[in-house]
């Protein structure tokens, strides 16, 4: 099974930026979806950004135009550059791979994945 490890996470000011991102190691699929969440204490995790291997993303409304998921073939990662960032946006992030692929309704769903990474902290300051 494929080993997901994510970086980047950090503390920051309202209105900054950081870059997160899950390295994939070992056996990784021809086709596939890759997915970030995030989970806030007290609350559900959700799903936060979408990428496919055909090149579809999603976004939930929460952070469109803020947030761009992005994935780097040559160092085998999912990158999610978080620009604007509020304190509603902290949180512990999550990568997440399926070896299927998905309508993109899909990609922002809990259950379209089965492998998870351990998560990075996310903190924004107001």
């Known amino acids: 099974q494929e080993q997901l490890v994510e970086s980047g996470g950090g503390s920051v000011q309202a209105g900054g930026s950081l870059r997160l991102s899950c390295a994939v190691s070992?056996?990784?699929?021809?086709?596939?979806?890759m997915g970030w969440f995030r989970q806030a204490p007290g609350k559900e995790r959700e799903g936060v950004a979408g990428?496919?291997?055909?090149?579809?993303?999603t976004y939930a409304d929460s952070v469109k135009g803020r947030f761009i998921v992005s994935r780097d073939n040559a160092k085998n990662t999912l990158d999610l550059q978080m620009n604007n960032l509020e304190p509603e946006d902290t949180a512990i992030y999550y990568c997440?791979?399926?070896?299927?692929?998905?309508?993109?309704?899909?990609?922002?769903?809990?259950?379209?994945?089965?492998?998870w990474g351990q998560g990075t902290q996310v903190t924004v300051s107001s």
């Open positions: 990428w496919d291997s055909v090149g579809t993303t």
């Open positions: 997440a791979t399926s070896p299927y692929t998905r309508a993109p309704e899909h990609l922002l769903l809990r259950d379209t994945y089965n492998n």
């Open positions: 070992g056996y990784t699929y021809s086709t596939y979806c």
